[in-house]
């Protein structure tokens, strides 16, 4: 009888302490925030001709589905949800085939042609970030009349939250709408206007709960397909000055991860994940990473083509998208989009796997 007594006991102690331990539950859910790089088909649901619903994107999706994906499979997030054992695909928010109950696992409000500043989205008529925001705050609504208050703000608080975002207000629009941003900004100070708007939406996403926050980098974007095109006078090869205009924005975002860290002091875990280095370095090293093509994409002839001129009825898109860095002229195939992930996964979000 004691003996049994104690047993139980001591199973009580060694539970409680392995509880403490442990530290808080897993990520229960990944909540994204972002451009096309993250965007699972946001912009379906919306009057945008930013749109990828249909093949040969998502050739090699689960069931061969074009989803509104911007790859011809998974996007990095979808494999952030898988090591955090959460379900294989991030579903987007405004896609009526789910609902609350699959977004209380994970969500993703982004959209393709996004940016930080308001008239990056305003190019293609895309889903603004303040509005991104506004559809989270409905999404908390809702989660907490679908789970009550304790359920959900536990989702709320321990869930990662990430941001993906940025490249599309370099390219998209301070380089290409003539007399927009690029006749008030240097591009200096075009970089502070949106590292403050980066700064400002982390502190609205901590003013609202969050506390375990991504905030994502930008890629070599002088070595999208696109860039290299243009690129003649130098044998199409990557863009420098865009690559080093990322480099120095990445600077300027990890700089304002530290300041915010100390500001929101150990209330809040933020993270800077900078996918540059392994991104150059597949580029650079293509073979080193199974890949034989890194110049141009695999659909059509590699070059322009994204989108609606990413068609099916193009002649030249290649057969193994495995072989290609590029799925279009602007996005990664599901290969890069996993390596980068794990990478990610491993040297920055692992924290987060408690
Ligand atoms: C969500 O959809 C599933 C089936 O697709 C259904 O079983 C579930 O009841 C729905 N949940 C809510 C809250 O509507
Ligand atoms: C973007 O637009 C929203 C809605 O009009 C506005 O609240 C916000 O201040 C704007 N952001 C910037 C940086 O101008």
């Not at 977004?103 to 603004?128: E, H």
């Not at 009349?145 to 359920?151: P, Q, T, W």
């Not at 690129?231 to 530290?258: P, R, W």
């Amino acid at each position: 009888m004691q003996n049994c007594i104690i047993i139980i006991i001591f199973w009580l102690v060694l539970h409680t302490l392995l509880l403490f331990i442990g530290g808080q539950a897993e990520v229960p859910a990944i909540i994204v925030f972002g451009d096309s790089s993250v965007d699972p088909g946001n912009n379906n649901f919306i009057p945008t001709i930013a749109r990828s619903n249909f093949k040969p994107y998502g050739r090699d999706f689960s069931g061969g589905r074009p989803t509104g994906r911007f790859s011809n499979g998974r996007i990095p997030t979808d494999f952030l949800s898988e090591a955090f054992h959460l379900k294989p695909s991030i579903p987007a928010y405004l896609d009526p085939a789910y609902n609350i109950s699959d977004f209380a696992t994970g969500v993703s409000f982004a959209s393709a042609g996004s940016g930080y500043d308001n008239a990056t989205s305003d190019v293609l008529s895309v889903i603004p970030l303040w509005k991104e925001l506004e559809y989270y705050k409905e999404y908390q609504s809702k989660i907490r009349s679908h789970l009550g208050n304790a359920k959900a703000d536990n989702i709320i608080s321990e869930a990662l939250y990430a941001i993906s975002i940025g490249t599309n207000d370099f390219l998209e629009n301070y380089y290409t709408i003539p007399g927009g941003r690029r006749s008030q900004f240097s591009i200096g100070q075009y970089q502070d206007f949106l590292v403050d708007i980066a700064g400002s939406f982390v502190r609205e996403l901590h003013g609202l709960g969050a506390r375990k926050i991504s905030l994502g980098g930008l890629a070599p974007m002088g070595c999208l397909p696109l860039e290299r095109a243009t690129n003649i006078m130098f044998h199409n090869d990557c863009v420098q000055s865009y690559n080093d205009l990322a480099m120095e924005f990445n600077g300027k975002l990890k700089a304002l991860t530290t300041k915010l860290s100390k500001q929101l002091l150990d209330e809040v875990e933020l993270v800077f994940s900078n996918p540059y280095n392994i991104f150059m370095d597949i580029i650079r090293n293509p073979s080193s990473y199974g890949f034989e093509v890194a110049s141009v994409g695999c659909c059509a002839t590699g070059l322009f083509e994204m989108g609606y001129a990413c068609n099916q009825n193009n002649p030249f898109t290649c057969q193994d998208a495995n072989k290609y860095v590029f799925w279009d002229a602007f996005h990664p195939t599901e290969k890069t989009n996993r390596i980068v992930a794990d990478y990610l996964m491993k040297n920055v979000l692992s924290k987060f796997l408690s």
